[in-house]
């Protein structure tokens, strides 16, 4: 089977693209001119230099191919410099898909994220934009939605790491968030963390499953916990004294309204309200499906957050 990966060197994509090759794919790549460092593996994989926002480029990427991947996505957008969550995660993705559908390509697999509503906050929003067109293609298409994904940023942005960065190593008290008016349950909102070489390892194994065509799969790891475990977890990691401290998400969000089209200010609106939501989901059936045993939230996969920098490779499990 010929794969094409569209979002292969981010943090994730990184990951599914060791998990490719380890299959004994050779994947083609879509890597925008000065990221071809960024590819992990490369001289296992096919480079197609370009833009998604390109029709020509985005079908020799997919010239040939079998099986599409779309992982690319946005944490956070910024609209007056023309980065924004509509035109990666719904307008490129659409995109894809027809010129998928053009070519022949049998199955299309995407990365959406657990929660996303038509409702929703506009990262949530557009995936599922991107969901509800993919359905209407006549592509053997899967949609997976994790939780917040963990594990060694391998220099990228990534959930851990940005919480050791920004709260856990900072010498402020971290933060408990709460609605309301009173710290009833500050920091008890979950998520469930999930480690990333165990979302590529289902990403890839399912490509060739016959049963999951048309179906929609939660990514989660083993654990729901709460904000107060998350931080509490990654200060044992990294042997920090963790002091906490409630916080009134209104608070938060009164600055953020000032401050969060700034890149230096650490959180948005959107995002914040995303997570008190909570995100937690369960996946046992389909890690045992694979035969997997997905990875704790723990001091062991944690363990590359002990430099600090979040740079140090992960203890093999």
Same mark, same amino acid.
Request: hydrophobic share 45%; aromatic share 10%; proline share 5%.
């Given at each position: 089977?010929?794969?094409?990966?569209?979002g292969?060197?981010?943090?994730?994509?990184?990951?599914?693209?060791?998990?490719?090759?380890?299959?004994?794919?050779?994947?083609?790549?879509?890597?925008?001119?000065?990221?071809?460092?960024?590819?992990?593996?490369?001289?296992?994989?096919?480079?197609?230099?370009?833009?998604?926002?390109?029709?020509?480029?985005?079908?020799?990427?997919?010239?040939?191919?079998?099986?599409?991947?779309?992982?690319?996505?946005?944490?956070?957008?910024?609209?007056?410099?023309?980065?924004?969550?509509?035109k990666?995660?719904f307008?490129?993705?659409?995109?894809?898909?027809?010129?998928?559908?053009? #070519?022949g %390509?049998?199955?299309?697999?995407l990365? +959406? !994220?657990?929660?996303?509503?038509?409702?929703g *906050?506009?990262?949530?929003? &557009?995936?599922?934009?991107?969901?509800?067109?993919?359905?209407?293609?006549?592509?053997?298409?899967?949609?997976?939605?994790?939780?917040?994904?963990?594990?060694?940023?391998?220099?990228?942005?990534?959930?851990?790491?940005?919480?050791?960065?920004?709260?856990?190593?900072?010498?402020?008290?971290?933060?408990?968030?709460?609605?309301?008016?009173?710290?009833?349950?500050?920091?008890?909102?979950?998520?469930?963390?999930?480690?990333?070489?165990?979302?590529?390892?289902?990403?890839?194994?399912?490509?060739?499953?016959?049963?999951m065509?048309?179906?929609?799969?939660?990514?989660?790891?083993?654990?729901?916990?709460?904000?107060?475990?998350?931080?509490?977890?990654?200060?044992?990691?990294?042997?920090?004294?963790?002091?906490? #401290?409630? %916080?009134?998400?209104?608070?938060i969000? +009164? !600055?953020?309204?000032?401050?969060?089209?700034? *890149?230096?200010?650490?959180? &948005?609106?959107?995002?914040?309200?995303?997570?008190?939501?909570?995100?937690?989901?369960?996946?046992?059936?389909?890690?045992?499906?694979?035969?997997?045993?997905?990875?704790?939230?723990?001091?062991?996969?944690?363990?590359?957050?002990?430099?600090g920098?979040?740079?140090?490779?992960?203890?093999?499990?």
């Amino acid at each position: 089977m010929r794969v094409a990966l569209f979002g292969g060197t981010g943090f994730v994509g990184s990951y599914l693209v060791d998990a490719l090759v380890d299959h004994g794919y050779r994947p083609r790549l879509l890597v925008r001119p000065g990221s071809e460092g960024r590819v992990t593996r490369g001289h296992a994989v096919t480079l197609v230099p370009g833009d998604v926002a390109d029709e020509a480029t985005v079908a020799r990427v997919l010239q040939g191919a079998d099986a599409a991947i779309y992982n690319i996505g946005l944490l956070r957008e910024f609209p007056e410099r023309g980065i924004s969550f509509r035109k990666l995660h719904f307008e490129a993705a659409r995109r894809v898909m027809n010129q998928a559908e053009r #070519l022949g %390509v049998r199955r299309f697999l995407l990365m +959406s !994220a657990n929660g996303v509503t038509a409702e929703g *906050a506009g990262y949530q929003r &557009t995936k599922y934009m991107a969901e509800q067109y993919l359905k209407t293609t006549d592509l053997e298409w899967t949609i997976f939605r994790p939780s917040v994904i963990f594990g060694n940023p391998r220099g990228r942005t990534e959930f851990a790491t940005r919480l050791y960065r920004d709260i856990v190593s900072s010498p402020l008290p971290a933060p408990l968030f709460f609605t309301g008016l009173l710290p009833h349950g500050a920091g008890s909102f979950s998520l469930s963390p999930v480690h990333v070489a165990d979302v590529a390892e289902v990403f890839v194994r399912s490509l060739t499953d016959g049963d999951m065509p048309g179906r929609i799969e939660l990514l989660g790891g083993p654990e729901s916990l709460s904000w107060k475990d998350i931080l509490g977890r990654i200060a044992a990691a990294t042997a920090k004294p963790l002091l906490t #401290l409630p %916080v009134p998400v209104w608070g938060i969000r +009164s !600055a953020a309204a000032l401050l969060d089209r700034f *890149a230096f200010f650490p959180v &948005t609106r959107e995002q914040l309200d995303m997570l008190v939501a909570g995100n937690t989901c369960d996946s046992r059936r389909l890690f045992t499906r694979y035969g997997l045993e997905a990875r704790c939230f723990d001091q062991r996969s944690l363990g590359y957050l002990a430099s600090g920098a979040g740079v140090t490779a992960i203890a093999s499990s």
